[in-house]
């Protein structure tokens, strides 16, 4: 592979906060070792949470979040997981009854489908936590270092 010249080096540091192309290619293998990370916990997750002891973990994904109307001890909208990926079940029968019901539904569908997945996903790793303050105080302190 033949080494980079001067005029592709600056095109390939344009557009980035990189003056070097050291500086960018450790950017870039930082950036790939992280998600790595992330794809390894969330396979390790999938694998592990299929053993019958952490059965109690696809229950709650199964069991979901519901959302009844009324009285009526039926769900008007459940998000909820069996397996991979998310689904939605409405009862059709009870989202008739409410008033105004396509743009209630359709926002009870977008709360409790938000809600879920930015769980659903987190909990399995793919998508990474909030950072949390010890995140916050260690990047600033790795800042501040770098100084």
Same mark, same amino acid.
């Given at each position: 592979?033949?080494a +980079?010249n001067?005029?592709?080096?600056?095109?390939? =540091?344009?557009?980035? +906060?990189?003056?070097?192309?050291?500086?960018?290619?450790?950017?870039?293998? #930082?950036?790939?070792?992280?998600?790595?990370?992330?794809?390894e916990?969330?396979?390790?997750?999938?694998?592990?949470?299929?053993? %019958? #002891? @952490? #059965?109690f $973990?696809?229950?709650?994904f !199964?069991?979901?979040?519901?959302?009844? @109307? &009324?009285?009526?001890?039926?769900?008007?909208?459940?998000?909820? !997981?069996?397996?991979?990926?998310?689904?939605?079940?409405?009862?059709?029968?009870?989202?008739?009854?409410? +008033?105004?019901?396509?743009?209630?539904?359709?926002? =009870?569908i977008?709360? =409790?489908?938000?809600?879920? !997945?930015? !769980? @659903?996903?987190?909990?399995? &790793?793919? $998508?990474? %936590?909030?950072?949390?303050?010890?995140?916050?105080?260690?990047?600033?302190?790795? $800042?501040?270092?770098?100084?």
């Open positions: 592979m033949k +980079p001067n005029k592709e080096t600056r095109e390939m =540091l344009r557009g980035t +906060p990189f003056a070097k192309a050291a500086d960018l290619k450790k950017a870039r293998t #930082e950036i790939q070792k992280k998600t790595w990370e992330q794809l916990k969330a396979r390790i997750f999938s694998e592990i949470s299929q053993k %019958p #002891e @952490y #059965e $973990i696809r229950q709650e !199964s069991e979901g979040l519901r959302c009844r @109307y &009324g009285d009526d001890k039926k769900h008007l909208v459940k998000v909820f !997981s069996e397996g991979t990926g998310i689904q939605i079940d409405i009862n059709k029968d009870l989202v008739k009854n409410v +008033p105004q019901s396509s743009s209630f539904v359709e926002t =009870l977008r709360s =409790l489908g938000d809600t879920f !997945s930015k !769980s @659903y996903y987190r909990a399995k &790793g793919i $998508i990474p %936590p909030d950072h949390s303050l010890d995140d916050v105080i260690k990047s600033v302190q790795e $800042i501040v270092a770098q100084k």
